[in-house]
């Protein structure tokens, strides 16, 4: 079963940093691209930021500049910086991957940030 438990949610200022991270266990994570979603209050699930299995990084235009995606893959675990946060950051962030071996479209249950002003 590939489950993903996403950590580092939190209540920061305006301008400040947060760290979250997603461990990931039954799946052969360094092959797997890793996704970090989030969802405002009232809006739909938007796409922030991607790794692939090679490393290499994507990220929203929202975002570009003040995010960056990173994986341990001795870990098992992607992690995404947030920094310069500002109000509109503020959201429930979710770790996603698609199998390489099933297909399955795997999420975890997501951590709260906010960002007050």
């Known amino acids: 079963q590939v489950l993903l438990v996403e950590s580092g949610g939190g209540l920061v200022q305006a301008g400040g940093s947060l760290r979250l991270s997603c461990e990931v266990t039954g799946t052969v994570f360094f092959r797997q691209a890793m996704r970090w979603y989030r969802q405002a209050p009232g809006k739909e699930r938007e796409w922030v930021a991607s790794i692939t299995s090679d490393k290499v990084a994507f990220y929203a235009d929202s975002v570009k500049g003040r995010f960056t995606i990173a994986r341990d893959n001795a870990e098992n675990t992607v992690h995404l910086q947030m920094n310069s946060l500002k109000p509109e950051d503020t959201a429930i962030y979710y770790c996603?991957?698609?199998?390489?071996?099933?297909?399955?479209?795997?999420w975890g249950q997501g951590t709260q940030v906010t960002v007050s002003t």
């Open positions: 996603n991957t698609v199998s390489t071996i099933t297909g399955g479209d795997h």
